[in-house]
């Protein structure tokens, strides 16, 4: 019984990871409904010349746009994401507070997302970066939220766990 209790999440790492997913959840949404309520649909403001742009627009499809309408694919497939966070936050909750941000941050995006897709049936997004019609795909703070936890988690079981396991045992 003790062994199951030491493989449960700390309130500590629980803590961590919630407080980041509600406060990025929180800014994700707040973001975009700053966006819906002082930005016309299509309509884009240049923020920092032409580079970075505020652009009020509506994504059916994953990111990228890739699959628009596919709604009835997105929602299943957050909820697997959503299962794969909880299931790495029970495996690593004992790798220190910097994962559990990183988890924390794909959960909020996962959840952000996942929200506007049940809600509108769309997904708001409203930065673009580029030069003219060279663009980056349009995104939202759950995108860059998913992308950047994404990518730290990958990084982090590629180099950083890999040295822990490299250690010799004592």
Do not use: C
């Not at 580029?130 to 990084?155: C, K, M, Q, Y």
Request: a negative charge.
């Amino acid at each position: 019984m003790e062994a199951a209790a030491e493989r449960d999440a700390s309130p500590g790492a629980v803590l961590v990871m919630a407080g980041t997913a509600v406060v990025l959840y929180a800014a994700d949404q707040l973001t975009k409904l700053l966006i819906v309520a002082n930005l016309p649909f299509g309509e884009r403001v240049d923020v920092i010349g032409d580079f970075a742009q505020l652009w009020h627009v509506r994504n059916t499809g994953a990111a990228f746009s890739i699959l628009p309408g596919a709604t009835w694919l997105f929602v299943p497939v957050t909820i697997a994401a959503i299962g794969m966070v909880i299931y790495f936050h029970r495996t690593l909750h004992d790798r220190g507070p910097w994962i559990q941000v990183v988890l924390g941050a794909i959960l909020a995006g996962a959840l952000g997302n996942l929200t506007d897709r049940v809600r509108l049936g769309y997904v708001i997004d409203f930065v673009s970066l580029g030069i003219g019609d060279v663009r980056f795909p349009t995104f939202n703070v759950a995108d860059s939220a998913v992308v950047l936890g994404i990518g730290l988690l990958v990084a982090y079981l590629t180099f950083a766990d890999r040295r822990a396991s490299d250690e010799p045992s004592r």
